[in-house]
């Protein structure tokens, strides 16, 4: 099919909330998922949201298996979500870095639920009811948030701790030399 343009943050439809998807198993839906898998691994990312390309649906697609940008995380079977619910599992959470696709070049250290379920449908309108944790659960809270039109650096609590990944993680910058474990999206 096509890689799609990725939306950047300042774009309208990326501030919106977008529509539950009411037919499944039909053409446009599997265009639009093989459309949104082409543009993931165009760009390298772990996931991405239907309205990063401009299609205001619950649609979202993360996974990760061998990716030189993730070397130390475990790997995640790629899965289609749709119309997803998600619930923190007890009250833990961590702060790690995150980027994303629509904020290129840039990181934050975004504070998120270490375990999560979610539950959704995937293309053919059968449902998924999982169990997340830690990295895991870090990239679906960040794709299901495109959804509702947050985006990661709306969920920063220090920002100090937000700038261009070239800055924060240089070997000349004050901060950590290296770059830590990220999700992009």
Known sequence: MTVRKVLRMGEPLL?????????????ELDALIIDMRETMAACDGAGLAAPQIGVPLRVVIFGIDHNP????VEPITETILINPQIEA????????????????????????????????????GEEIIRQASHFHARVVQHECDHLDGVLYPQRITDMRHFGFTEELF????????????ETEK
């Open 89 to 124: 599992v007890g009250n833990e959470t961590d702060s790690a870095w995150e980027g994303c696709l629509s904020v290129p070049g840039m990181r934050g250290l975004v504070p998120r639920h270490t375990h999560i379920r979610y539950r959704g449908m995937n293309q053919k």
């Open 69 to 72: 940008r993730y070397p130390d």
């Open 15 to 27: 501030l919106t909330i977008a529509e539950p998807v009411t037919e499944f198993n039909n053409r």
């Open 170 to 181: 240089s070997e000349n910058s004050a901060g950590n030399p290296s770059m830590p474990c």
